[in-house]
T-cell receptor, first 110, second 114 residues
Framework: DAKTTQPPSMDCAEGRAANLPCNHSTISGNEYVYWYRQIHSQGPQYIIHGLKNNETNEMASLIITEDRKSSTLILPHATLRDTAVYYCIVRQGGSEKLVFGKGTKLTVNP | ETGVTQTPRHLVMGMTNKKSLKCEQHLGHNAMYWYKQSAKKPLELMFVYSLEERVENNSVPSRFSPECPNSSHLFLHLHTLQPEDSALYLC?????????????FGDGTRLSIL
């Protein structure tokens, strides 16, 4: 699976949009981008995933660049409860493996 | 509520004890997984089950013994563990092991070995 690169930490003001970047320059054609987050003392929570097109659900939006070498997870109106470690994962279709890196620790400040 | 329930949430045991971790999923999924998360280390995949058959064992020591009696339940039997086995043990499920559907995780069992 392709490796991902994320900033180790980010801060965001409550009520503002949080934009979390991820680089996956070695992604191949059949690899999806997944985002999970882990709040302290809980298991990872699935947020969203996509292949080429931008995706949106009730939690977040996923913007994937046209060359698919990077993506951005957008939390449109961050709340204090969105403070967590966010993981960007590239996963090959047909593979059961989710390879978690170190993620980005997002702190939402009041 | 993720639809994946793990019990107990916390477990303290001695190195000679035998205990079991339990995972139950209410999502109608066919695949289940055990992961280990040690302090300051990424999640490590331990075992994968598809339709109650083990399809992956990532070089896990034999003191960890998984069991999947049906597609809704997964156990991890523990015996003669070492202090370095202290970690958060996470269970996950997905519709299948192949395809693109995401895995959904429970909140884990925090295991401490004395």
């Amino acid at each position: 699976d392709a490796k991902t690169t994320q900033p180790p930490s980010m801060d965001c003001a409550e009520g503002r949009a949080a934009n979390l970047p991820c680089n996956h320059s070695t992604i191949s054609g059949n690899e999806y981008v997944y985002w999970y987050r882990q709040i302290h003392s809980q298991g990872p929570q699935y947020i969203i995933h996509g292949l080429k097109n931008n995706e949106t659900n009730e939690m977040a939006s996923l913007i994937i660049t046209e060359d698919r070498k990077s993506s951005t997870l957008i939390l449109p109106h961050a709340t204090l409860r969105d403070t967590a470690v966010y993981y960007c994962i590239v996963r090959q279709g047909g593979s059961e493996k989710l390879v978690f890196g170190k993620g980005t620790k997002l702190t939402v400040n009041p | 509520e993720t639809g994946v329930t793990q019990t107990p949430r916390h477990l303290v045991m001695g190195m000679t004890n035998k205990k079991s971790l339990k995972c139950e999923q209410h999502l109608g999924h066919n695949a289940m997984y055990w992961y280990k998360q040690s302090a300051k280390k990424p999640l490590e995949l331990m075992f994968v089950y598809s339709l109650e058959e083990r399809v992956e064992n990532n070089s896990v020591p034999s003191r960890f013994s998984p069991e999947c009696p049906n597609s809704s339940h997964l156990f991890l039997h523990l015996h003669t563990l070492q202090p370095e086995d202290s970690a958060l043990y996470l269970c996950a499920s997905s519709q299948h092991t192949t395809g693109y559907q995401p895995q959904h995780f429970g909140d884990g069992t925090r295991l401490s070995i004395l």
